[in-house]
């Protein structure tokens, strides 16, 4: 059911969000079509998640803010667009093993690595999680940036770049920090690449 419902509501936020954001999605061809994904993006709106959801080629489980779950209706809707909740600023163990579980069962999880949008645009210190994530997981690591403005009919981009290599950081043991850095950077070269 949930899928469905998945389905079904990407057909309709597609129908609505497309056009009037004139979204355009480039670098498709490089998201894997199986297996497990860390999908990583940017954070500029609270839009981010739908328009990721959409444009992505395969369903996406996104790491949500817990106060989503705190209003029956917004919980239950969350819910069935199989997101799951994460408390924002500490060590949340529960959201933590259940990513691992997303990512074990060769499905996407989607995270934004600065935990909270940034409102001026610019990136921001990533959190340790989605190095955790990158480093306990063989997952493909997918970049992707979201180039804005979010404005009715003025261009938004979504770029997904090629997977990023984690196998020597994976095998000398490298810090969650220093991983989620080493994501963050090929964040920006897309930023940077598609401005």
């Given at each position: ?48 998640s ?38 924002r ?11 691992l ?95």
């Amino acid at each position: 059911m949930r899928v469905d419902f998945y389905s079904f509501a990407k057909v309709v936020v597609n129908g609505v969000l497309t056009p009037f954001y004139r979204i355009q999605t480039i670098g498709l061809e490089q998201f894997p079509n199986e297996g497990p994904v860390l999908l990583c993006a940017n954070h500029i709106s609270n839009l981010d998640s739908p328009v990721v959801g959409i444009t992505a080629p395969r369903p996406v489980r996104f790491m949500a803010k817990e106060e989503l779950f705190r209003t029956p209706l917004v919980k239950t809707l969350v819910h069935h667009l199989r997101a799951f909740p994460v408390k924002r600023g500490m060590n949340d163990r529960q959201a933590l093993r259940m990513g691992l579980e997303v990512l074990k069962q060769g499905e996407v999880l989607g995270i934004f690595p600065e935990g909270t949008r940034s409102k001026d645009g610019r990136l921001q210190k990533p959190l340790p999680g989605v190095g955790f994530f990158a480093l306990r997981t063989d997952a493909a690591v997918v970049p992707c940036a979201i180039i804005g403005p979010y404005r009715p009919l003025r261009p938004l981009k979504v770029v997904y770049g090629a997977p990023v290599d984690m196998t020597p950081l994976r095998e000398r043991k490298a810090s969650p920090e220093e991983a989620a850095d080493y994501i963050m950077d090929h964040i920006r070269q897309l930023l940077e690449q598609h401005r």
